[in-house]
């Protein structure tokens, strides 16, 4: 057996947040597909694809993510990238947080821990094989 691809799903009341990805990360919007009791909007960038749900009626929302040991469960997602500085940039910029760093890890190795909009945790690394 062999995985061949991770999607993620987020769960949001409106579509911004699938701008604030494809803004801050580069990603490509598919067309949206109409699921049942709402709308999934595809981003997608080489191997990746991240989906923003939005359902018509507007679901209950949860706190922002907080230290990543605080909680059981999904906690953050890790993207990759050659330009870290970029995307705290234009994260901060469409009303995303920078929660930690940037910060040296290791030689050549970046991290940040961002947040969106609607308080998820995204971690992302530069500089990592």
């Known amino acids: 057996m062999t995985l061949q691809r991770i999607e993620v799903g987020l769960v949001s009341t409106d579509e911004s947040l699938a701008e604030f990805y494809a803004t801050t990360f580069g990603m490509e919007r598919l067309p949206g597909i109409e699921a049942g009791p709402g709308v999934v909007h595809r ?18 929302a949860t706190e922002p993510a907080t230290h990543f040991f605080a909680a059981t469960g999904l906690r953050y997602i890790t993207l990759y990238s050659d330009d870290l500085d970029g995307i705290v940039e234009r994260a901060t910029a469409h009303g995303g947080k920078v929660t930690h760093g940037p910060a040296s890890i290791g030689p050549g190795v970046r991290i940040a821990v961002l947040q969106d909009p609607d308080g998820n945790a995204v971690e992302v690394v530069e500089g990592a094989s």
Do not use: E, N, Q
């Open 43 to 60: 981003l997608r960038t080489s191997d990746i694809v991240i989906k923003v749900m939005v359902p018509k009626r507007a679901p209950a």
